[in-house]
């Protein structure tokens, strides 16, 4: 079997316990941090904001380092960072701590075990299947989703929750160690193709110079798709923080408000192989399309919140969205940019994200602590979404090698 699925698989297992120890149980591990230190809504938020806002000004030196060095190493230093976050927070013992832990260490555990590692990995191993690859790879932050919150709800119920923290450290280091061990930055340092062909289909074509920041910035369409991301990225972080605390407003029991993530994340593994097996094949800008709408769906049912039922269908829309946006993003940076430049890219890209991703989780929260409620939120995320389908059709697809 080619070797770039066996780095399929690994991407599949750091994305799984990246996402899913710290995106996806954030509002889980936020409860008993809230409880513990008596913080608001809103502070509960902030580790969210500083880990965000911290990956977006170190994420343009990261993805430069990505391209020119060793992935082995930069995802070896993600998983440091995740495990001694959680070593961390065990110990701590102020509210003001948490927004600090996120943002110096869990923020190497979300960029140097997420997309930004593990989509430069895949895009340099495939060409003609990378949007497969990628959605395949992105099904790991579904499962993670699934597995870890009820997961980590047992072992804080189970555990008091500085001990529970620290099991969750560790069996996220025995589980990511054997994967990144096996990366290899390229096909040729196998003596490999792309793809697993016997000839490389780049040959004699001469490969896309490195794209400097300068240059970046003069991209029309590396804003367009910045900023249609970071709506779509803004919103459903917002959403995912925020979920189990809106869920136990409208009456949801915790085991059944932790569920909700559970359930986004199993609809996520459908979107991302759907997603994924189609970008290959259409247009992409639908494919964002489709994501945002899909948003607004779970929005639309999460306003409504009549029953448990309604809330389900919600994560199921929202899952589904989230499913498109990393397979759907990672195909398109790389058909835009090229593979050689697909970490400077999205390094530089995440500071034009970082600002409604850093701004949705605490302005959620603050517009619950205003108001009693999160509709008024709800409400604005749905405009935004709509005004961000405006930008899709001005992206100009042309592709480059490779």
Known sequence: MFYGWWLTAAAFV??????????????????????????????????????????????????GLIDRGSLRAMMLLGAGGLVLGYLALSVATASWQIPVIYALLMMLGVNLLGPLTTSTLL???????????LGVAAV???????????????????????????????????????AILMVANRPGDRGLHPDGDSVDPNAGQAAPPPLSSAALLRERN???????????????????????????????????????????ALAG????????????????????????????????????????????????????????????????????????????VMGMMNPVIMPLTLLGPPLAGAVFDATGSYQLAFVGFIAVLLAGLLLLPMIRLQKTPG
């Open 140 to 178: 790991g932050t579904s499962v993670g989703g699934f597995v870890f919150p009820p997961l980590v709800q047992w072992l804080i119920d189970t555990h008091e929750w500085r001990v529970a923290l620290r099991y969750l450290a560790v069996g996220c280091l025995v589980i990511t160690l054997p």
């Open 222 to 264: 590396f804003w367009l798709v910045a900023l249609a991301m970071s709506l779509l990225f803004g919103v459903y972080t917002a959403l995912l923080s925020n979920l189990v605390p809106f869920a136990l407003g409208v009456g949801a029991a915790p085991e059944r408000a932790a569920f909700l993530i559970s359930v986004l």
């Open 14 to 63: 750091v994305l799984m316990v990246s996402n899913g120890a710290i995106m996806y149980s954030y509002s889980v591990v936020a409860v008993p941090l809230g409880e513990a230190f008596e913080a608001s809504r809103t502070t509960m938020m902030l580790g969210m904001t500083g880990m965000t806002l911290a990956g977006g000004i170190a994420s343009p030196f990261l993805g």
């Open 123 to 133: 895009a340099r191993w495939f060409t003609r299947r990378r949007g497969m690859a």
């Open 269 to 344: 593994i459908v979107g991302k192989l759907g997603f994924g097996t189609i970008a290959d094949r259409v247009d992409l800008r639908a494919g964002l399309a489709a994501a945002m709408l899909l948003v607004v769906l779970g929005l639309t049912a999460y306003l409504l919140a009549e029953s448990y039922t309604t809330l389900l269908l919600g994560s199921v829309a929202l899952g589904l969205a989230a499913g498109g946006m990393l397979p759907v993003w990672g195909a398109l940076l790389a058909v835009l940019f090229g593979a050689a430049n697909y970490g400077r």
